[in-house]
């Protein structure tokens, strides 16, 4: 089983960043395999990696997610091509659709038909990796604009089809998507013990595309925290559980609660979306089961973290996503170490 954590997000100024690019090269000197960085409406998606590209030299590194109603597909092409050469080919190029409120909040973007403008995204992206002229007559994006004076184009770059293209994606068509034509599946909202739940969908895709979950690297995760008092070590993962599923996108839009309501938590995810639409947060937060909180994360002694690995190697995960928990640098690069021995561990029984 492969690893991988994350940089990026709400950094609040240069010492906080430094400690992000620290985190990353020390993750590299104990082996881990990818770095992916979060963007949402923090800091963007590429700079961090381009940072993290001269400073490395092993590990891969991905846009976990460029989202793509915030660029247009030639120029996500041009970007990720740009970061393969820079990495020397370490580039991983991560796409999510996101959900409306950033969308059409952030970027003032529609927000409707986004699983056809990711599907589309993805053909302009293999035209321009291939070094084709952009030409596409699609519902979303048609290249060249009609009626004007562009012209069919292709990419100032040497063609590189060598780029990894990985979906960041929750509903049952989208997942589908990302098992046809993906490259991997940058996951969230998964329930190791109730994986079918969307790893079905990705092995349908697959096999209607004539490829099989071979073709796909699943990576997927969760937090480590280490410890004895599991009430203790549960208690800060309730909030941002609680925020998942009420927050994050609409009350009629969310895919995160979707996915844990057919992982099999229905009753708490609506209770606890409605509280948190209502306003009553800590209630919402409260409302967050253990189980959720249990199954989601790595949390416990070394066999209780053993154990969890072992739910996500079993459930079909390649790469096991961690985010060591730990106040200062120090805590969070042990906190790692033991978690990648447990890893090293599980794998090698």
């Known amino acids: 089983m492969r690893t991988a954590v994350g940089v990026g997000g709400a950094a609040s100024g240069k010492e906080d960043w430094q400690q992000q690019v620290d985190f990353i090269t020390e993750a590299e000197k104990l082996g881990v395999d990818y770095c992916w960085s979060a963007e949402a409406w923090g800091q963007d998606c590429l700079t961090t990696l381009a940072y993290l590209a001269a400073v490395t030299d092993r590990i891969k590194l991905g846009t ?3 989202q793509v109603s915030a660029r247009a597909p030639s120029m996500a092409a041009m970007s990720a091509m740009t970061m393969s050469t ?3 080919g370490r580039f991983v190029l991560g796409l999510g659709v996101s959900g409306p409120q950033v969308v059409e909040g952030l970027t003032g973007q529609p927000f409707a038909r ?3 403008r990711l599907r589309e995204y993805v053909d302009i992206l293999r035209l321009a990796f291939a070094g084709e002229k952009l030409v596409y007559d699609g519902n979303q994006y048609v290249l060249p604009r009609p009626g004007g004076q562009g012209k069919a184009l292709r990419l100032a770059q040497p063609a590189d089809d060598r780029i990894p293209v990985y979906l960041a994606t929750l509903g049952p068509k989208a997942l589908e998507l990302t098992g046809a034509v993906a490259d991997g599946w940058v996951g969230t909202s998964f329930v190791p013990e109730a994986g079918g ?5 990705i092995r349908q895709g697959a096999e209607s595309a004539g490829r099989s979950m071979a073709d796909i690297d699943v990576q997927v995760g969760g937090s480590v925290r280490f410890g004895d008092d599991l009430d203790e070590l549960m208690e800060p993962h309730r909030a941002g559980t609680a925020f998942s599923l009420g927050a994050m996108g609409s009350p009629t839009t969310n895919f995160y609660n979707e996915a844990y309501r057919r992982a099999g938590f229905e009753e708490a995810c609506i209770e606890v979306q409605q509280l948190w639409v209502d306003g009553r947060r800590d209630e919402a937060i409260a409302a ?3 189980e959720l ?5 790595l949390l416990g002694d070394d066999d209780s973290v053993a154990a969890r690995i072992r739910a996500y190697r079993d459930a079909g995960v390649d790469t096991l996503r961690l985010a060591p928990a730990g106040r ?3 805590e969070r ?3 790692l170490g033991r978690a990648l021995d447990l890893v090293k561990r599980v794998s090698q029984e």
């Open 64 to 66: 976990g997610i460029m």
């Open 86 to 88: 820079i990495s020397d």
């Open 114 to 116: 986004p699983l056809e």
């Open 197 to 201: 739940a969307l790893l079905d969908s």
């Open 288 to 290: 967050v089961p253990d």
């Open 293 to 297: 909180v249990l199954q989601t994360n």
């Open 328 to 330: 200062t640098l120090d």
């Open 333 to 335: 690069v042990a906190t």
